[in-house]
């Protein structure tokens, strides 16, 4: 034990001996275990109280080579609590670290505290619906306290969220702040890296994170704070909740990078020539089923050279559950190319998600297989659930007798579809195929086939409910592309060209309505829009006549 305090060294030595056999001592709890660090908790024994022990792991020869230049993470940590309970801030009281350490190399290392009792996770108390809101804005504001005390030391902290503060449902201003393995000692925290740690906190409050809640919080926290650069409490409330949403679009990015590469949700398997990317609920008798081409077709959608579209049904998988297969098979010198880059099948697995991480509804991604014999890439297979439902240009095909219903039931699926793609633009997607057959009308909460089950009468109440919506063809979506207004007007107009021409204008200013969210709509956009749809609608028209007469000449000759 390399040091202590509170507490003599003969009674942590058995801590020490038997470092690595901690949670076998009777009476010891796990708190928390994950692949970088265990979180113990020992009951007292005589001449010690209850101690919560953390176990840092050093994963990887980076992360050793790392360490012999900087502190170990349990030092960083050891010092910070000190400093902050020398100074009397709630924070548990240290009690000793650990170090293990061979020729300068870093093995592992540990911290000891003070277990707090009588205090438990402090997200429930300060989201739970159940809590009453003065004592949601007494925790928030002890909270800024703290943290503007933390910053007049000197203290930045960079992991600021709710799940690092303990609280006490008895007394809302009895707040602890824990994990401090990631502070940096700075001497002078600027303006504007406090603002960046208190836009982590109000990031982690979720949906509750409303100018209203955290100006508690702000508040508290400028009381507290003697820097002359920080604003008014409603300027720094902007502030902070600017720095949140930053947080909020950094995380998403790092997601986005990470979509490609092997997390805990996925497995990543080398069997062969193939590549296997797959949920691990996806189960291994229909990988092998649609390697070896033994998977049930049940309709065949798309069915040409090189590139086919199935809905089959897997041995292995759920009872009755079927599944949407898309193939493509390459050759020559495009099998080369794909080594190089993303093909649109692997597009759509990165797609899947993306859209999973942003909330947006889709059909979710199962299993992406690669044959890659002699570095070509020769045949990719994407596996999506198949969900139920009809698409947006077969509902409008059923309910062409009914035109009072179908002019309801377009209003209610424009409330629904221009929001969804105003969030797909915002978020760097970009689907260039966005037709009406590739958004799908999802079956209605009560269980009907679809949005045409829900056709009664014409004012029925459920023609006024939200019509539920997914978005199909993932494989026709580039990730990480920005919408531009070339691309957003295009969206528009493929949305536009419903089956026969079904568009009023009334309808289409309604959708731009709501897809700009109450922002100002020009003139220009409205004027483009129809422009650019009537000539479309020239094209489908003439393609279609061309389509006939070559069917009629083909008739004629045989």
Known sequence: MVGATGVSRESLAPLAAEWHRLEEWPGTAILKSNPSRDVLRLPPEEGRPS????????RGRAERWKYRFLPSRAAREWRALRELHAAALPVPRPVGFF???????????????????????????????????????ARLRAIGAIVARVHERGISHPDLHLGNFLGCQAEPLDVRL??????????????GRRRRDLG??????????????IAPLVEAYLDGSREAGLGTPSEEVSRILDAAREVERVRLRSRDRRCWKSTSQFSREERGRWRIHRRRSFPEEAVNALIAGEAESLRTFVDRAGHTVREVRLPGARSGHRWIVKERSRGGLRSLLDR????????????????????????????????????????????????????????VRSRREDPRGLSLFLARAADTIAPLLRALHRSRIHHRDLNPSNWLILPDAAGGEGAGAMAGEAGSGLERDPVRVAILDLDSIHPRRDATLRR????LVQLALLPDGICPPRLRARFLLRYHAGERIHSSWLRSLDRELARRQIEEIEKRIAREITATRDGTER
Request: proline share 9%; net charge neutral.
């Open 51 to 58: 101690l919560a022990v953390k176990r840092y792991r050093v």
């Open 99 to 137: 170090e293990s350490r061979e020729g300068g190399t870093l093995l592992g290392s540990g911290l000891v505290m003070e277990f707090l009792e009588g205090v438990e996770p402090l997200p429930p108390l300060v989201t739970g619906g159940a809590i009453p809101e003065e004592e949601k804005a």
């Open 178 to 191: 824990l994990d401090l393995h990631a502070v940096r000692h700075l001497g002078t925290v600027r303006p």
């Open 200 to 213: 982590k906190l109000v990031h982690s409050l979720g949906e509750e994170a409303g100018p209203e809640r």
């Open 340 to 395: 190089c880059h993303r093909g649109p099948l692997e597009r759509g697995w990165a797609a899947a998600r993306q859209l999973e991480v942003r909330g947006l509804p889709h059909p979710p991604a199962q299993a992406l297989l690669i044959e890659r014999p002699l570095a070509r890439v020769t045949r990719t297979i994407l596996v999506t659930e198949a969900l139920p439902g009809r698409t947006l240009a077969e509902e």
């Open 488 to 491: 957003r007007r295009g969206n």
